[in-house]
């Protein structure tokens, strides 16, 4: 008999489309807590161990929640399940969604090792070629990235985005002519990606200033382009300009913390808190054009920030507030490291945050004591309220 065929995979089939219609439409008062979601998980896959969904997605959960130690044993295991009594037709839709969710979480790590897995199986798979060069660049290793993507390519030599991507990773490679030849014919193929232009554009910088695709994320600011969008209020193109410079900052980290053993299991939840931080500190400081890099605003400022942030998300936890100045340090360290941010100006955040930390988490602590607390009409929680944020939730920008 086949294990979809016994009830032990029937019922856990009903459970977890259950799980899945209720995170579609989250009734009132039928909604579950990430905890209690993935405790219904882990109790599908003991019940019945060989339904590979309820493995991988309990994994990932964990790796989400920052609380698995053995992620690439679970994820392997879940993989080789789905391999195993999964439906041959559905193989690369199903990896593929796993790579997605494990790339979302920057593991490249994990990526790797389950493309591998999936090539034994699939060899004939450019489209797991094509991954498994994309996990194998940002992990550092480019040259054998080349070698993944070159046969990829060779495989559907008219595919524009594996052809694109052999162009960039001869970016991160260093090699200008080759990518601009690989990005070009990418672009003949399909003269609308926008992705293939906007790497092209890359490869003029190179080409004109050297270096390779790490050192194009962390270029200097060009000040003086920033000057005159402001000076012609083209201030569209000054937000746009100054967006890429905060998604290439992030990016460089991301592939900095997710090629390091030590760093990656990491890697995502600090891209996820700085992305979200910053969005916020965005939004109150009302300007165009903000930099992220800009650490002196934000060291400025960062009372009030926080101040905002603690009042705006009544959910803030210490945990998460941790996670945001540490996730701080480890962004500006990685700038001050680079020189977009002075080692003075780094150390100055750095003071900052050591000598607010304590009392800023003390203020989290006694606003979430009393913000729910029936025994406090409103009129005394917004006395709390003035007194613990010195008037800074009243106010929606900076």
């Not at 008999?1 to 439409?25: F, G, N, P, V």
């Not at 034994?120 to 054998?144: C, K, M, S, Y």
Request: negative net charge; proline residues 3%.
């Amino acid at each position: 008999m086949k294990i979809q065929e016994t009830d032990a995979w029937k019922a856990a089939e009903h459970r977890y489309s259950a799980i899945q219609a209720a995170l579609m439409m989250p009734f009132a008062g039928l909604a579950r807590s990430p905890g209690e979601i993935l405790e219904e998980l882990e109790d599908i896959a003991r019940e019945c161990p060989e339904f590979y969904p309820a493995v991988l997605e309990s994994s990932l959960r964990r790796m989400i929640a920052g609380t698995d130690r053995c992620e690439a044993e679970q994820i392997e295991t879940g993989l080789r399940l789905m391999l195993d009594v999964g439906d041959p037709q559905n193989a690369e839709v199903e990896a593929t969604n796993l790579h997605d969710n494990l790339e979302n979480l920057w593991r490249f790590d994990l990526c790797q090792r389950c493309l591998e897995i999936l090539l034994e199986r699939f060899p004939d798979r450019a489209l797991f070629w094509d991954h498994l060069a994309n996990a194998t660049a940002q992990l550092g290793d480019v040259a054998t990235a080349l070698r993944h993507s070159s046969k990829a390519t060779a495989m559907e030599p008219e595919n524009a985005f594996f052809r694109s991507n052999l162009g960039l990773f001869h970016l991160m490679a260093g090699n200008a002519g080759e990518a601009e030849a690989h990005l070009s014919a990418a672009l003949r193929l399909d003269p609308s990606n926008e992705v293939t232009r906007g790497n092209l554009e890359i490869q003029r910088y190179l080409a004109r200033h050297g270096g390779n695709f790490s050192d194009y994320l962390v270029r200097p600011v060009d000040r003086e382009e920033i000057e005159r969008l402001s000076d012609r209020e083209e201030l569209e193109k000054l937000d746009q300009l100054c967006a890429a410079y905060n998604f290439d900052r992030m990016q460089a980290l991301g592939r900095s913390l997710a090629a390091d053993p030590d760093s990656r299991s990491r890697c995502g939840d600090i891209i996820k808190t700085l992305q979200s931080f910053f969005d916020f500190v965005d939004r109150v400081s009302n300007m165009v054009g903000l930099l992220q890099e800009d650490i002196g605003h934000v060291d400025r400022h960062f009372t009030p920030i926080v101040h905002k942030f603690i009042f705006k998300f009544g959910d803030v936890n210490r945990a998460m507030l941790e996670a945001v100045f540490e996730s701080l340090l480890e962004y500006y360290g990685f700038l001050a490291r680079h020189e977009l941010v002075s080692s003075a100006e780094f150390h100055r955040f750095r003071t900052t945050v050591r000598r607010k930390r304590k009392g800023l988490i003390d203020k989290m602590e006694r606003y979430n004591a009393v913000r729910h607390d029936d025994e406090f009409d409103e009129e005394e929680k917004e006395a709390i309220r003035e007194q613990l944020f010195e008037s800074d939730h009243l106010w929606p920008h900076l």
